[in-house]
């Protein structure tokens, strides 16, 4: 089994596509029954009451220690991480997915970076941290990245 945590903006007010682009990514590996067992996805909203998300983004029914010491444990359990910078034109900064850059740069993680923005294609924390960038979700699965690190440790 190879685990992919998806890192990435949680607000309420674009919630909807704080899910979309993470489901893509399930629904990609989960309705192909050759990556079914082979891919597990970690999701940061896994578990969470998502009516219970402020609009914010910053709070819910789930303590903010436990979301992050869950976070944390999720980055440690995952092989890969892939980070999804977008913050769907809301202003808030993804703190918490830096957090999680942070962890994973910590403990030697591939980091797979979807961005399309200068801002951190060029910010040398982001840079050093990246394995790859992409610009899109599309992107990522039709360059088959996750499927290469996959391999990577599989050896198919």
Same mark, same amino acid.
């Given at each position: 089994?190879?685990?992919?945590?998806?890192?990435?903006?949680?607000?309420?007010?674009?919630?909807?596509?704080?899910?979309? !682009?993470?489901?893509?990514?399930?629904?990609?590996?989960?309705?192909?029954?050759? !990556?079914?067992?082979?891919?597990?996805?970690?999701?940061?909203?896994?578990?969470?009451?998502?009516?219970?998300?402020?609009?914010?983004?910053?709070?819910?029914?789930?303590?903010?220690?436990?979301? =992050?010491?869950?976070?944390?444990?999720?980055?440690?359990?995952?092989?890969?991480?892939?980070?999804?910078?977008?913050?769907?034109?809301?202003?808030?900064?993804?703190?918490?997915?830096?957090?999680?850059?942070?962890?994973?740069?910590?403990?030697?993680?591939?980091?797979?970076?979807?961005?399309?923005?200068?801002?951190?294609?060029?910010?040398?924390?982001?840079?050093?941290?990246?394995?790859?960038?992409?610009?899109? =979700?599309?992107?990522?699965?039709?360059?088959?990245?996750?499927?290469?690190?996959?391999?990577?440790?599989?050896?198919?």
């Amino acid at each position: 089994m190879f685990s992919v945590y998806l890192a990435g903006y949680i607000h309420g007010e674009v919630l909807d596509k704080c899910i979309e !682009w993470r489901n893509k990514i399930k629904e990609f590996f989960y309705l192909n029954p050759k !990556w079914f067992k082979e891919i597990f996805i970690l999701d940061p909203l896994n578990g969470k009451d998502l009516n219970s998300i402020t609009p914010d983004g910053l709070k819910s029914n789930i303590p903010p220690q436990a979301i =992050v010491h869950g976070d944390y444990l999720s980055v440690k359990k995952a092989d890969l991480i892939v980070a999804n910078l977008n913050t769907f034109d809301k202003n808030r900064a993804s703190v918490g997915t830096f957090f999680e850059l942070a962890w994973a740069y910590e403990q030697k993680k591939p980091v797979i970076i979807i961005t399309d923005e200068e801002q951190y294609l060029e910010h040398p924390f982001i840079k050093t941290t990246a394995s790859v960038f992409v610009k899109s =979700v599309d992107e990522l699965l039709e360059k088959k990245y996750i499927n290469y690190f996959y391999k990577r440790v599989h050896s198919a």
